[in-house]
């Protein structure tokens, strides 16, 4: 009796790991996806910098999924008819197309004119990235939105998430319209805004009033920003450090109902002034951090191309790749002497299982 007791245990169990593993295994290629459990590796870049082509070459070498384009509306060529001129943006996106990148297009800089008391015009925004759409019908495959909307900085006016919100729905209905696959991402919220950012509102307060605003239909992916770490007196381990600030998010998106949806890290920097052994011990552990949660769809590095607005970047000024460039390949890589590399789909599967086990406290009834 006891035995037929303990095999009923034994099967009934096999059957609760093998629905888990039927479900993380199928969800596995669509990295990125809001249905994902891999998580994917972007490089943010100047979509028009000299350095662009280099940086692209750059993102594969460093085993990159994805590249973060980032368009400055404002400089954005008009023609006579107020057509935009899309050169040279449409041929940064065919170049990380025949790289085998995916592309997210970063906008942000709106110009004078599009912008009302509250913040860049809705209408004005689904027109241009509608324009965008059209001159690469099949070359874009996620859009964020001014990074760091809740603060002045980013959204080009005070901060509003109710008007951010309208922004988000009038985008999303053009897009559903004509490119139902594309993700929506709202702009990276900073999670530690820049003193010289003007006005900011916290990132857990701005998202709660999106949601309350109704924009959960129009989010595919919650963007976070983080600032640059300083490795040295930065642990990305420590339980109530600003790192971590990820869980919070989670638990927020799960208390709106938002279960679906992911998060993307859209920007992930680190100062380069400390010993280059310190950054990359810093880079692997923020990096398992970030493998490890089962929430996280992408995590994009800043940035590719040089300075003088990022701390990081993998190309520098004449062209040639940096240290940061074999750190962020490395970690990608896996190659670091403390944890063991998931080398096969079956490996990457149990690592991600891990991260399902450990975070199932927050996930539970929600």
Known sequence: MKLLTRTRTLLKYTAILLTIFSALWTACPAQGKSNSIALSHAGRLDAV???ASQALSAARGMGMDWVILEVDWSALPRLINGAYNLNVLTAAISKAQKAGLRVALSIYGAPAWAVDRDGPNPQETATLVQALMNAAPTGIQAIELFPEPNTTAGWGAAPNPQAYAALLHAVHTVLQQDSPDVMLATGGLALQPDPTAGKSIPALDFLQSLYRAGALPDMDVVGLSYPAFNPETNNPEAPEGLFRRYQDVR???????HKNGRIWVTRLAWRTDAPNNVQDNWLHAA???L?????IGLVAFDGLTPPPQRPVTAVDAQGHLT?????IRDTIAGEQPTLAVPSSPWDTLMHRLKGVIRNQTIEKDR
């Open 49 to 51: 910098s000299p350095q």
């Open 251 to 257: 638990l927020l998106m799960l208390n709106n109902g």
């Open 287 to 289: 990096y398992q951090l």
């Open 291 to 295: 493998h490890q949660q089962i929430y």
């Open 323 to 327: 240290a940061q460039f074999e750190m």
